[in-house]
């Protein structure tokens, strides 16, 4: 599968916080109820600063749920995704992609 920028694909849920030649740093927000659309991250640090109820739904049509609890911190391997709140609160975090 091609690579889908997140900024790209879902311009009102990730923004752009810093780049240079060995990271990029995204900020994602999702408000409880929302779900992005289907994107990639190369390996990816990701800092949950508000946590939340989330399915994930994957290329394959497989979905995970995940309870993330604020301050939460997570490493991926690079991936295509789409994230959808469940919850009743909004998610909130820093990514950082590894270049």
């Known amino acids: ?12 849920n990730y ?3 810093m780049e240079n ?3 990029r740093v995204l900020e994602m927000t999702l408000k409880a ?3 992005d659309q289907v994107h990639s991250h190369p390996s990816e640090t990701v800092y949950f600063v508000k946590g939340g109820k989330v399915k994930i739904h994957l290329p394959d049509g497989g979905v995970a749920d995940a309870d993330i609890p604020d301050g939460h911190v997570m490493w991926h391997e690079e991936w295509t995704h789409r994230v959808e709140n469940v919850g009743s609160s909004d998610v909130h975090a820093i990514i950082v992609e590894a270049k």
């Not at 599968?1 to 009102?12: K, L």
């Open 15 to 17: 923004k752009t916080l």
């Open 1 to 12: 599968m091609a690579y889908i920028d997140p900024v790209t694909a879902s311009p009102s």
């Open 33 to 35: 109820g929302e779900s």
């Open 21 to 23: 030649e060995q990271v």
